[in-house]
Structures are given as structure tokens and as C-alpha cells.
């Protein structure tokens, strides 16, 4: 199946609801918030607005099958680092949507200006974890029991880190642009 990558916008918010309200909560433990409530969705198209988050779905025949986004503080101390969120349909997981998103955001992430990117999740999403290692980035910190599903059981929280300068410094050295 091809997919489509484009930006999230105002007339997606059904379809993000829809797509939300699919995925496994533990998928979702790693986000501050929600996304499955529609006050959260338009916080995000809001924030989206404001110029402090970019964020780009993947669709398939008019459905959305996977999000990225690449949220900043554009006023903070830290207005050099992005924070990557990457969700996929567990169904469409192992398709290349994760690595096609992640490019995305990576361009946009240079055209920001963005010296460093920072993605959580937890521990046990190896897939994940693989995925974001296999595009450079690091293990930076493992933050225990800073989750809890609505279970009540309580998840570690790992902290991945891309050093964009240093893999751009690395490639310029190479010979790539």
C-alpha cells in the first residue's frame, strides 16, 4: 500500500481522533498528553498555529495510519532541541512509515535550525527504540516508574538524543550535504 506525507492540518482533526482512539495506550505513555481527546487535538492544531510544533501524517486511501510531529519551545532555554513524537498504526508498523515520517521531520528539524532532537518512550518498545537508534539516535537517560497507564502500573521512560551538528560535521567531513 503507498502512503502520502503532508501536513496536519485543521480538517484532520476527525481522522486524528479516529486515529488515536485506535492505538494501544501504551503507545501512547510516552506523550504528555492524551491525544485521544478532542480538547488536546485542538491544542495541538492550536500550538500547530502558533508556530511551535510541526507535524506531518502519513495517509492511506484518506486514512491516517501514522503522525509525526517536531514540538519546540521557540522561547526557551532550549529553542535549539526538538522533541520527536512518532506514532504508527500497529497494523502498518514494519511498512517504512516510522523512517519516511522521521526524514520529514529530520528536514524540517534542519530548516528550524534545531542543533538537537529528543524522542521518550518507553522501555519496552524495542521496535522504537531500534527504529530511532537506526537513524543516529543515542540512549541519553532512562527516567524509572515516570509513567502509569490508566492501569495504574507504572512504566520506565527512556530519552533518546540526535546530535544534529555533530552527525552534520560528520557528513560535511564525508563529503555528503
Known sequence: MSHAIRRFREQDRDAMMAFAGALPEHDLLFLSRDIREPRVIAAWLAAIEAGEIDSLVAEEDGTIVATAALVRDPLGWSAHVGEVRLLVSADRRGAGLGIDLLQGIFMIARDRGLAKLVARMTVDQA????????????????????????????????????????????????GIE
Open 127 to 174: 521496535a522504537s527504540i531500534a527504529l530511532f537508534k537506526g537513524v543516529g539516535f543515542r540512549a541519553e537517560a532512562m527516567l524509572k516508574d515516570h509513567v502509569r497507564g490508566r492501569d495504574g502500573r507504572s512504566h520506565d521512560l527512556a530519552i533518546l538524543s540526535y546530535d544534529a551538528a555533530r552527525v552534520a560535521a560528520r557528513h560535511r567531513a564525508a
